[in-house]
C-alpha cells in the first residue's frame, strides 16, 4: 500500500505561482498529479518515473508546470508558473505500481486527499 499525502494549494492572482507537494509513504514507481474542476473528470496535468529522468505533461500546462521528485523524501512537486484562471482546480497526487507513465485516471492506484488551487483574474 501507497499513501500519498499531498498539500501547497491557496489562492494566488493570475501569473503567479504556486507550488504543490505529494508526500508518499510507500514506493511509487510512477507518480503524477491530476486535476478536477468543478464538473469536470479528473485531467492529467504531469507524470514523472522513479528515477525523475522520465517527464510528461500535458499541453495546456507545458512551458508552465514543472514536475519532480525527491526520492530520498519520497516527495514529488509540482511547480506551477504563469498561472491562469482556467488552472483553477483541485489537484491531487497519484501513484501507480508501473514504470509507465499514462494519462488514464483509473490506471492509478494510490491517490492523495487533493488541494485546492485557485486562480484570480
Known amino acids: 500500500q501507497v499513501q500519498l499525502v499531498d498539500s501547497g494549494g491557496g489562492l494566488v492572482q493570475a501569473g503567479g505561482s504556486l507550488r504543490l507537494s505529494c508526500a508518499a509513504s510507500?514506493?511509487?514507481?510512477?507518480m503524477a498529479w491530476f486535476r478536477q474542476a468543478p464538473g469536470k473528470d479528473h485531467e492529467f496535468v504531469a507524470g514523472?518515473?522513479?528515477?525523475?529522468?522520465?517527464?510528461y505533461g500535458a499541453d495546456s500546462v507545458k512551458g508552465r508546470f514543472t514536475i519532480s521528485r525527491d526520492n530520498a523524501k519520497n516527495t514529488v512537486y509540482l511547480q506551477m508558473n504563469s498561472l491562469k484562471p482556467e488552472d483553477t482546480a483541485v489537484y491531487y497526487c497519484a501513484a501507480r505500481r508501473r514504470t509507465t507513465i499514462v494519462v488514464v485516471s483509473t490506471d492509478y492506484d494510490y491517490w492523495g486527499q487533493g488541494t485546492q488551487v485557485t486562480v484570480s483574474s
Open positions: 514523472i518515473s522513479w528515477s525523475g529522468s522520465s517527464t
Open positions: 510507500g514506493r511509487a514507481y510512477v
